[in-house]
C-alpha cells in the first residue's frame, strides 16, 4: 500500500484533524504569537515561514519539499486547509449542489463546520482508495464568467479577476507574465492558454506523486522567487502582502494544464469543501452565497430549504 501525507495547513486553530495521513502544520510560525501543540510547524529546518503573509499557505508545501524525510518519504503528498478538503468520499451527498465558494459550477462547497458526521469525506481509508491508480488528485478546474463589475478592468478574463481581487495592481500581473515568459519558456504555451481562458485551479489544495511534486516545487518556488524580487512590498497591507498567494494559483494552474496533457499522468478533478464556521458571520456568508445580494421571499424559502439540509450534520450540537 502506497504511503500518502496530507498535510492541512493551519494559520489559526480550527477544526483540528489528525490521521495517520492527514496531518496538519501550523503555518507563519516565525511570525506567529502563539505555537499550536500537536503540530507540525514550518519554521523547523529549511523554510521560509517568515514569507507566510505573501506565500499563504505555500510556507507549508516548502516546508514538505525540503523537510520530506521528517514526513517518512511518503509516495505520495498533498496539501488541504483547514477550512478546504478534497471530499475523498465522492459517494457521499453535499448539503446543496447550489451552494458552491464560487460561482457559477464551483467544484467547492459549502459545508457547516466539522463534526463527527463529516468525518466520513476525508477518511484515511477513502483516501487511500485513490492510489496507485491516480498520479494527482485535485479540485475540479473553475470557470470564470465575466459580470458587470469586471468592465472595471476590461481585458483578458483570468487578468481582469486578479485586478478584481483586494489589494491587486495590474502591474503584479504584467510581472508574472513576463517572468513565466522568461523563466519558464516550456510553460509559454501554458500561459497562453490561461491568458486568453477562463479556466482557472482554485486554492492550490491537491495530492500527488513524489516526482510530480517535486517537479511541481522545482517550477513554483523559484519562479515566485523571481516574481517577489521584482515588487518592493515595504508598506503594504495585509491584504496586499497576498499578492503572491494569488499569483501562486496561477502558476499551479500552468503546472496542470502541462501535466494532463501527458497521457502518462493519470489525473482525477475532484469535489471539494468550503467549511464555514458556527458563528453569525459565516451564517451571513451563506445567506449571501444563497441570495446573491437580493434577499427575496424565494430566496427566503431557499435558505430555510438549505438550513433544513445542514440538520443532517448535526449543526447544533458539538463540533470537532
Known sequence: ??????????????????????????TGCALASERFEGMLQD?????ISLKNPKYCEATALYWAWKNYDK????????????????LFNQSLPVPDSQMTWLKPNSSVYLFPPICPKYMPYIADEA?????????VLAIGPQEFIPTKHDTIYPGPIMKTRYLNTAGTE??????????VRQYAPDYREELDEFLSGNIMYVCDVFVMRKDLFERYCSFWFPLMDKIDKQIDSTGFSSAKLRYLGYLGEYLTTLFFF???????????HMKASF?????????????????????????????????QKLEIFNWGRKTL
Request: overall charge positive.
Open 258 to 268: 502541462k501535466i494532463r496533457k501527458d497521457t502518462t499522468i493519470h489525473m482525477l
Open 1 to 26: 500500500m502506497p504511503k500518502v501525507k496530507i498535510l492541512i495547513s493551519h494559520h489559526e486553530k480550527r477544526s483540528v484533524v489528525n490521521s495517520p495521513i492527514l496531518t496538519p502544520i501550523q
Open 127 to 135: 483516501i487511500l482508495s485513490y492510489f496507485p491508480k491516480w498520479d
Open 71 to 86: 514526513l517518512g518519504n511518503p509516495d505520495y503528498i498533498g496539501l488541504m486547509h483547514n477550512r478546504r478538503h478534497l
Open 43 to 47: 519554521d523547523d529546518g529549511e523554510n
Open 170 to 179: 495590474e502591474r503584479f500581473f504584467d510581472i508574472f507574465e513576463k517572468t
Open 275 to 307: 467549511l464555514m464556521e458556527k458563528d453569525s458571520n459565516d451564517w451571513i456568508k451563506l445567506i449571501r452565497y444563497a441570495i446573491q445580494g437580493i434577499f427575496s421571499a424565494a430566496y427566503r424559502e431557499k435558505y430555510r430549504a438549505l438550513k
